[in-house]
């Protein structure tokens, strides 16, 4: 969409483009990992933040619109490299530590979102559109809420240890 950013106004569209490109990763990412998940509480879990992340797509879509901007996703190479991050990590793990290692990358995920948003907010607050503060603090509140979640089930699943297959299991 730019050739060069030459102001706040092309930043903060710029980045509105790239959080737009990692809600679309991380969509992505999310359906891919629930498929893997071992755990029946992981995939719920999973499955909620994909309904939250279709809704901040639409939000961030609402903000494109409120703006007057074409909607323009601009690459998101961060959540690019932790989707290819987790999936190298998936292929070189046994089955049975699997949602350790999809709890580890969608924590990742999560942070680096919470700190797209908290980015967005403070461009958004200096454009005196809060109109657009709202929409980035709900899915802000909502990817906090998420890593939270997250968290908590990272460290009962470490405390847990690996899924047992019955393969596992000696006579």
């Excluded at 879990?45 to 903000?63: G, K, M, V």
Aim: proline share 3%; glycine share 4%; charged share 25%.
């Amino acid at each position: 969409m730019f050739e060069k950013l030459t102001t706040a106004h092309e930043l903060f569209i710029f980045k509105l483009g790239s959080a737009l490109s990692m809600e679309q990763d991380s969509l992505q990412m999310l359906e891919d990992l629930t498929s893997r998940a071992q755990r029946v509480e992981l995939k719920e879990l999973l499955e909620e933040h994909t309904a939250e992340t279709r809704q901040q797509l639409a939000n961030l879509q609402r903000a494109f619109e409120l703006l007057g901007e074409d909607i323009d996703d601009s690459p998101s190479p961060t959540t690019a490299g932790l989707a290819k991050e987790g999936k190298t990590t998936l292929r070189k793990t046994i089955p049975q530590l699997a949602d350790q290692v999809i709890l580890a990358g969608a924590l990742e995920t999560e942070h680096y979102e919470i700190a797209v948003y908290e980015t967005l907010v403070a461009a958004a607050l200096a454009e005196g559109r809060t109109e657009l503060v709202s929409i980035f603090e709900q899915n802000l509140g909502q990817e906090k809420a998420a890593a939270e979640k997250l968290r908590a089930a990272s460290r009962e699943v470490a405390a847990q240890g690996p899924v047992h297959s019955p393969e596992d299991e000696t006579i």
